[in-house]
């Protein structure tokens, strides 16, 4: 399994903005997909967005299109989403994943995930 540690949530208005950071160990994005998911209190686990394995090509989930973006820094060995015009319904704990199939569109996709960074958005 790998290590994934996520970091940059916190509280945060409607309408601001934050960025997630995910550290993983060097050679992960070589081998993986990435992707960030998400889980809010009582609700099943959600897709967020996924990047290829090559770092090109995104997709996002319907409820974060055009507002989130995803991205990685290889030599930093980072993964990142940037979060824009954030709404109460973004608040989540938001987990980075990897995906060993190279596939990056769905839940099902990711089999390993962090211990996740909680963002909390505010009226």
């Known amino acids: 399994q790998v290590q994934l540690v996520e970091s940059g949530g916190g509280l945060v208005q409607a309408g601001g903005s934050l960025r997630l950071s995910c550290t993983t160990p060097?050679?992960?994005?070589?081998?993986?997909?990435m992707g960030w998911l998400r889980q809010a209190p009582g609700k099943e686990r959600e897709f967020v967005a996924g990047l290829s394995p090559v770092g090109t090509y995104t997709y996002y989930g319907d409820a974060v299109r055009a507002r989130f973006r995803i991205s990685r820094d290889d030599a930093k060995n980072t993964l990142y989403l940037q979060m824009n015009s954030l709404m109460p319904d973004d608040t989540a704990a938001y987990y980075c994943?990897?995906?060993?199939?190279?596939?990056?569109?769905?839940?099902?996709?990711?089999?390993?995930w962090g211990q996740g960074t909680q963002v909390t958005v505010s009226l």
């Open positions: 994943a990897t995906s060993s199939s190279g596939r990056y569109t769905k839940l099902a996709d990711f089999v390993s």
């Open positions: 060097p050679g992960t994005f070589s081998r993986y997909a």
